[in-house]
């Protein structure tokens, strides 16, 4: 399977974990925010105990000292943890690694640090989190799809089902989806949807 699958949902606990991994999803972000050490600790490692044996990858967020002792195998870092976060230290535990962008600055920065995919957000206009940057659009997948050349793109950032063939079409790899899931009335429905369409990508 690729990394990250076409279909990449982003949430924020255990419960949502387990959901996704029942369904059969092949890439899950954990996003859980602030967390003390030995929170974080705990909640990655249960978070890859629920995904033993599945063929869902968990993908840490931020908390990359976690993910090195719990034995994950993928992290996610935005610019404020990768400045801070030791790669060295990320690369030798042999984890592989995605870095949120917003702006070209941002982008030099992720691919300094030779990410194994990039984040390109937000797409749309999003209600999950105030954001300093104003919406991408459609258009800046493809440009920046041309600068990163190989390195995998993931689009996020207000991105509905209905929208994943102009994603894709546009030359983002994989879609990253929070609300879409997480706030849709039947989100296994909606789960299922996306697994369609990622078949059908693929």
């Known amino acids: 399977m690729p990394y990250p699958d076409r279909f990449y949902p982003v949430v924020d606990s255990l419960a949502w974990v387990e959901r996704l991994t029942r369904l059969g999803v092949g890439t899950v972000q954990l996003r859980a925010k602030n967390l003390n050490d030995g929170e974080a600790l705990q909640i990655v490692a249960d978070a ?12 840490v967020n931020d908390y990359w000292r976690a993910a090195i002792v719990a034995g ?23 984890l592989s690694l995605g870095i949120s962008t917003h ?8 691919l300094a640090a030779k990410p194994d995919y990039v984040a390109l957000g937000p797409i749309f206009p999003t209600t999950l989190k105030a954001m300093r940057f104003a919406p ?9 799809k041309q600068r990163v050349g190989n390195i995998p793109l993931v689009a996020i950032g207000g991105i509905k089902r209905e929208q994943a063939a102009e994603i894709f079409a546009a ?20 789960v299922r949807a996306w ?6 990508a693929a």
């Open 48 to 59: 890859l105990e629920l995904t033993r044996g599945t063929r869902t990858k968990l993908v």
């Open 72 to 94: 994950a195998k993928y992290l996610h870092l935005g610019q404020e943890d990768l400045a801070e976060a030791d790669l060295a230290a990320i690369r030798e535990a042999g």
């Open 103 to 110: 702006d070209d600055a941002e982008l030099a920065t992720a």
């Open 136 to 144: 991408q659009g459609v258009a800046k997948i493809s440009e920046w």
């Open 171 to 190: 030359g983002a790899d994989s879609i990253a989806v929070v609300s879409d899931i997480t706030q849709h009335a039947d989100p296994d429905a909606r």
């Open 195 to 200: 697994l369609e369409v990622e078949a059908e």
